[in-house]
């Protein structure tokens, strides 16, 4: 994949927000003093007058993007995925989730990516924390073309969302003519009838090249895109169990409480199948090359391709 297009979804999100100004006064921008990092700066200085810097107070910015959508504006509220979803937790849960606010937040820098930043800033939690709050639309889009047409579609969408983007530049998998993109609904990149693979974030590119390396070992894999993993799409993972019989989930994320459970919630109840989840299996990261850590977590097509194979028998 050393020929295709990477691009950083935290690139994606501050052009996007750039490119959503021009037509939506509405539109601020909160941060937490990480504009550059973010990718906010994009906007900042296009649209200085609507960018706010709270300084390192991540649940004061949260309360005052809260207060500006009071005032029917429409904050983003931006800083890294830690600082987000861990320090704005209660923020986010009482001044948002429970009035049902039209805040957005843009939490950038998520999962073990981060790479040399190291544990404290690798979060892998954020899925669980975020799905947990009623109302909350949670997604973690896999590529350039889908990151600006999330930050577009809850820009749209009426209510609080949650939006992880990642350091570390990925493969542009999407072709940007003809591409739609909708809250809730995941989507088939290849077709397969042995095992469902379901990603979502970075490990959708992955899951995209493991699913080749299946393909000449003679399993059929299904490559499922689940960017939106509140609310969950499933009436797609019920298909693709019945269909497939067999489930594997990929996240960069903890396999407590991500996409993983929420799929094994949904098939559990509605059609059980067997599950295998691939993700950071209850244990926290620590500092190293993104690209590195990625393999050493299993976070990896070769990885997938290895559970597959243990999976389908072959």
């Known amino acids: 994949m050393a020929d295709v297009k990477k691009i950083a979804t935290r690139d994606s999100y501050g052009a996007a927000l750039k490119e959503l100004a021009a037509q939506h006064d509405d539109l601020i921008v909160f941060d937490a003093d990480l504009a550059g990092a973010t990718k906010t700066g994009v906007f900042k200085s296009a649209y200085p ?17 809260a207060g500006a959508s009071t005032m029917g504006l429409v904050p983003f ?7 987000a979803a861990g320090r ?17 937040i843009g939490a950038t820098h998520g999962g073990i990516s981060v790479g040399e930043d190291g544990a404290s800033h690798q979060c892998c939690e954020d899925f669980a924390l975020m799905r947990s709050i009623p109302g909350m639309v949670v997604m973690s889009p896999s590529d350039d073309v889908e990151a600006r047409a999330a930050v577009k579609a809850a820009y749209e969408h009426d209510g609080p ?5 990642g350091r570390l530049a990925v493969p542009v998998i999407h072709e940007e003519e003809g591409f739609e993109f909708q809250i809730g609904k995941g989507e088939v990149l290849q077709d397969g009838t ?8 970075l490990l959708v590119a992955e899951a995209v090249e493991a699913g080749k390396a299946l393909a000449e070992a003679g399993i059929s894999a299904r490559i499922i895109n689940m960017a939106t993993i509140k609310p969950l799409d499933e009436e797609l993972v019920l298909r ?3 269909e497939c019989g067999k489930i594997i989930t990929c996240e960069e994320h903890s396999i407590i409480g991500g996409l993983g459970e929420a799929v094994c919630a949904c098939v559990s109840e509605k059609c059980p199948v067997p599950v295998r989840r691939i993700g950071v299996n209850d244990e926290f990261g620590h500092s190293g090359p993104a690209v590195a850590l990625l393999k050493q977590f299993g976070l990896c097509a070769e990885h997938i391709v290895e559970v597959a194979k243990e999976f389908c028998g072959k």
């Not at 509220?77 to 600082?83: D, K, L, N, V, Y």
């Not at 849960?93 to 009035?99: A, D």
């Not at 042995?194 to 974030?201: F, L, P, Q, S, T």
């Open 240 to 242: 693709a169990a019945k």
């Open 77 to 83: 509220a931006s800083t890294f995925a830690m600082f």
């Open 194 to 201: 042995d095992v469902a693979i379901i990603a979502n974030g």
């Open 49 to 65: 007058e609507r960018h706010f810097n709270c300084g390192i107070a991540e649940g004061n910015m949260i309360a005052v993007a």
């Open 161 to 165: 969302v949650y939006l992880r983007f």
């Open 88 to 104: 704005g937790f209660e923020q986010i849960r009482n001044s948002i989730g429970y009035p049902h606010l039209n805040v957005k």
